[in-house]
Every structure is written in C-alpha cells, then in structure tokens.
C-alpha cells in the first residue's frame, strides 16, 4: 500500500476481498469454533447455576500458564493449556465446596497462575504473536492436527455433561435434597470441574485466557434472561455461543485485527438484545 | 383444640371417660381442618423406622445420645429442641448422610443407608434465584429421576403422567408451569412437598419446612403432609421449632436439649416439669388458647451450631430470659 486512504483503518476491519479463498483456508478452525460455541453455551448454563462464573475466570489463568509452559518447551500448546486448567479445575474443586471458600481458593490461584504464564513468556523467544495470541486469542494460529483435538476435546466434554447433566442441576439447585436422594455430590462436582478445564483450555485457544468469559457466561446468561425452559435455556445459549464464536471469525476474516473483539462484542451485543427482550416481556406481563 | 392440653389439664379428663377412653378429639367435631384424628395405622405392624441406643458426635461433641426410637406406619412424630441441639442431624442420620457414634438405625429392618430413595426429605423453604431455569414440573420431576446420569431417554411419557398426577394432588396446577424463581415461598414449598411424595416414599422427614411461611401456607403445608400418612400410612418425622402449626396431628413429641431428649405423647412431653428436667434449668408450659408456648428456654452452649441470623432462632432467647414469643 503506497497511499493511505482516509478509509484505511476501516478496512483493518471489514475488507472482504479474497473472501472465499480466505475461508477455504480457516474451514477447520471455523468448525473448531462451532463446537465451542455450542459447547461453551450449554457448559454456561450450569456455570451459572452454580455460580462459578469466578471459577472460569481462575481456571482459564492457570490454563494460559500451561499453554505458556508448552510453549517454553516446545510440546502441544492445546495439551499444555488442558494439563494447566485440569489441574486448576480439581484444585478449585477439592479446595472449596462452599462458594466462599471456593472463591478465596481462585483468588489466591489466579494470580500465581497470571504470574506464571508470563514468566514463562518472558522466557520464551519464539514468535511474539504465539505469546500475545494466549492472552487474546488467535485461533488461526491453532493449525493442522491441533484443531482436530480442539474438537474432540469440546465433543468429549459435551458427552461428560449430557451424563451429568440432570444430577449436576439437581445439586446445584437443592443440595441437600439431592444428598439425600443419593446424587454422588463430591464427585459429580469435581466431573463438572474436569469438563469445564477441557472446554476452558479449548477456549482459551480460540477467544485468549482473558477472553474466555465472552463464550462460557455471556450466552447463557442471555437465554436466562429470555427463558426458564429446561430445554429451551441450553438450546438458545448454545444457538448465542455458535453466533458469537463463528460470525466472530467470519468477520474477522474480512480485515487485518484479531478474533477476539468480534466475538466478545457479538457475544455482547446479544447480551443486551436478551436483556431488552427479557425487559419488554417482564412489563408485557405485568 | 383439645387434645394440647400439656401440664394444664390433666390427662385423665373426665371428657374423655364417658367415650371409654375415646381421644378427645374424637369427641367433638372438628372446627379446624387440622383436627383429624392422628394416626389411623400407629403402633401397628413393624415399625418403619428403628433407632437403638443411637448416639451423634459432631466435632467432637455429642449431641445426643442413649436415643431409641421406633416409628410406626402413620405415625407423626414431631421433632422439637433448641438451635443445635441436633434435630436436623437426626434427620441427616436416618438418611444416612451422617454416621451415628454409637447405637444402630434401622429403616425397614435394614441398617439405614446412603441414598435410600425410599425415604423422602423435605427440606426448609430456600429462595431460588431468579433466572433458575427450571419451572414448578420440573423441579417435582427430579423427586423421580433427579439422581440419574444420562439423558431421560425412554419413560418421558411415565415421568410427565406421575408427575401431573403429584402436582394435582398438592393443588398446584395453577402455577407449576411457572419458573421457580417466580413462587411465593408458599407455592415452592407446595412442589418441595409434591417433589418428595411423587417417588411414593415410605418415610417423609421434613426439616423446618414450616419457617419463613405465613400461618395460612404453615397449615396448607402440614394438611399435605398429613394427608399423605392418613391416605398411605408413610410416617412422618417432623422438625420444627413451633410445634403449634402442627400440634393436632402430632402423635409423638421428640424433644431434644441438653444433650438428653425426652419421647412420648405432647401431653407428657411439654410440661413445665419435663421441659426444665430436660433443659437443667426452670423451664414454663403455658397454653394460651390452643397454643402451647414455652418459656425461658435457654439456647444450646456455646459451640452449638446456631445461625443468629436464622428465623428460627428467635424463637429460642439465647439469654434465657423468658420471651413473650418464645414458642417451642
């Protein structure tokens, strides 16, 4: 480019030549990001119930530390980012059964696991994009055999939570009852834990481990506001979560910026669409 | 009501002579809906439930001990004490949530165990936040297959039909479309009822499923529960700490304070004298109209496990100081 138009930083961000070619190119990572948005959605649901929207917060800063620690030594970052955020999910999930505690627990781990990952970081002379990517996101550096395991991770994690599904909301709406009806509660809790490190580490892959939150709470927290359907609330967050994560990449693919403020901003602005909605009908029915 | 006299009249009451022993209630017709006559099965057959020499240590303290208890098809045993004094352990050692220290609990003849969905828990009212997703059917549906891992495959048809069934039954049509976190305090504790008698239990224990209601919903909850253990002959153990919402379908009071209890008939048990043997210390029964309201109990010692905070612990003066509103 030799002249800069005074419209040049627009097409930074919408510039749609070559379309096509560039989505021949990025078809695995889209699909990638379809099944975390489906997966992300319906996971939120439950992170919701139980209040855990912290607990993401902290797992996916201990994730970020392991995709570092890969990265330093040269391994799979996708396996570095899923040890890291196993490990902070069963910790989370050993440490605190009460939401005090557990909270206190995240607290202390967040930062150590912040601090870790950019140390490791520091350490690290690779390519700077690799680095800044693990904060913010940039699934297209993700490539080849990585994404087919991003997407086996998200199946597998969307299989653990249809099993426990129903014994997890049970738990997490009346513990006591379920107790007494014999719902395992330690261990489906820390089940629960494990899946959501898996789906974290994948979206700390595709959104950065500061990001993560736009895809595992934004959209369930949307179809909360606009439904209380058992069926209807899983089904419409993981409608949000595929919207956000895939028309985040396939506007992005139209200019030169990251992924992550599209998806954070669609992720967003279906938040607020839900809310008016939510609004309208809650004075509708008064 | 008549059959709440406690210390003031005496249980030889010349009323109940003439019927050849007849219970007062009996005697007259009944103004109040609640006065049924308790217990139609009791002291029948097999007891449900059996505790022998049952003892509880928490913490290192122990709670109760020397406890035995048997509990007979229909029979309402209404469960009474101070904070902390271990009413609601009690009900977490029958379901076996909680391992007694000492003695044996056995429920239908076998040692009570973990998980035994042939016992329902009915616990206190607790609001649900706003935005559960989760509606009044629902909520009752996870009495059946809560507990179950997988999808609800096959038997939908099943689950939907019984749990219509139970939602008719506690007179809850009107609203358990609605999602949870819209029900009056009243409304849920409807469907916490309906949640715990739609997998046909042969024990109920509720835990204070009374507090935080208003006096109208307290006795629209109690007739569920009565209804139930007249029509199907499930005994009932009943926490509470105001035993006047459900004084006229008690069978039996269990009374625990001071690391000791007391059993029987509400007539032998809440008496001035029973009460302050218990309590170690001077203790007042008064009957105000049919209520029965009792006076200067003291809170358990320090290290009870209170909730200052909780409803129910205004109802025992922490100062043992006589309250005007300090019922049992």
């Known amino acids: 480019m030799t002249v800069l138009a005074d419209d040049a930083w627009w097409h930074q961000v919408v510039d749609f030549s070559d379309y096509g070619l560039l989505l021949g190119l990025v078809q695995y990572s889209i699909i990638a990001a379809g099944v975390l948005g489906v997966v992300g959605g319906v996971l939120g649901v439950l992170v919701m119930q139980r209040d855990m929207a912290f607990a993401v917060h902290g797992v996916s800063e201990l994730s970020f530390a392991g995709a570092a620690a890969a990265l330093l030594i040269g391994t799979s970052v996708v396996a570095g980012a899923v040890v890291g955020s196993l490990v902070a999910g069963l910790a989370i999930g050993l440490l605190g059964a009460r939401a005090r505690d557990r909270n206190s627990a995240i607290g202390v781990l967040m930062p150590f696991g912040l601090g870790l990952g950019i140390l490791f970081l520091a350490l690290y002379d690779g390519r700077a994009s690799s680095k800044f990517g693990l904060l913010t996101g940039q699934i297209v550096s993700v490539d080849g055999p990585q994404l087919y395991y991003l997407i086996g991770i998200c199946v597998f994690a969307a299989a653990v939570l249809v099993a426990i599904w129903r014994p997890l909301l049970f738990d997490s709406l009346d513990p006591d009852v379920a107790a007494a009806r014999g719902v395992p509660r330690r261990m489906i809790s820390l089940v629960f834990m494990g899946a959501l490190g898996l789906v974290v580490a994948v979206a700390v892959q595709i959104v950065g481990a500061l990001l993560v939150l736009a895809l595992l709470v934004t959209p369930a927290a949307a179809a909360l506001r606009v439904s209380s359907s058992l069926t209807l609330v899983p089904f419409l967050a993981a409608l949000f979560g595929v919207t956000a994560a895939v028309g985040g990449i396939l506007l992005a693919l139209g200019g030169s910026l990251p992924i992550s403020p599209y998806i954070t901003t669609i992720s967003f602005v279906i938040y607020l669409v839900a809310r008016l909605v939510g609004a309208v009908r809650d004075r509708a029915a008064v | ?328």
């Open chain 2, 1 to 328: 009501m008549h059959r709440v006299p406690g210390s003031i009249t005496p249980r030889k009451d010349p009323r109940t002579d003439p019927r050849g022993g007849i219970h007062p209630a009996e005697t007259e017709l009944p103004t109040d809906v609640t006065a049924t006559h308790p217990t139609p099965h009791a002291h029948r057959g097999d007891p449900v439930l059996s505790m022998r020499g049952a003892e509880l240590t928490l913490g290192g303290r122990t709670l109760w001990s020397g406890l035995d208890l048997d509990v007979h098809p229909g029979e309402f045993i209404t469960v009474l004490g101070a904070n902390g004094a271990g009413k609601s352990s009690l009900l977490k050692a029958v379901l076996g949530l909680v391992g007694l220290s000492g003695g044996e609990a056995r429920f239908q003849g076998e040692p009570v165990r973990r998980g035994d969905r042939r016992m329902a828990y009915v616990p206190q009212q607790r609001v649900f936040p706003a935005g559960t997703p989760m509606r009044g059917r629902d909520l009752v549906a996870l009495g059946i297959d809560g507990h179950r891992f997988g999808p609800r495959l096959f038997g939908r048809g099943a689950v939907r039909q019984r749990v219509e069934q139970v939602v008719e039954d506690v007179h809850a049509v009107e609203y358990a479309h609605r999602p949870v976190g819209e029900l009056s305090g009243g409304e849920q504790q409807r469907l916490r009822i309906a949640q715990a008698l739609v997998s046909d239990p042969e024990l109920l224990l509720c835990d204070e499923p009374l507090s935080s209601l208003d006096l109208h919903h307290q006795q629209e909850v109690s007739l569920l529960v009565d209804r139930r253990r007249r029509e199907h002959g499930t005994p009932v153990l009943f926490v509470t700490h105001d035993i006047n919402p459900v004084l006229p379908l008690t069978d039996r009071v269990l009374y625990f304070a001071g690391g000791s209890h007391r059993l029987g008939h509400p007539d032998e048990v809440m008496r001035s004298d029973t009460l302050s043997e218990l309590y170690g210390t001077r203790v007042d029964v008064a009957q105000i109209g049919d209520r029965i309201v009792v006076l200067g109990a003291p809170d358990e010692h320090p290290g009870a496990r209170t909730t200052p905070s909780s409803p129910s612990s205004a109802s025992a003066p922490t100062t043992g100081a006589p309250t005007s509103g300090g019922t049992a």
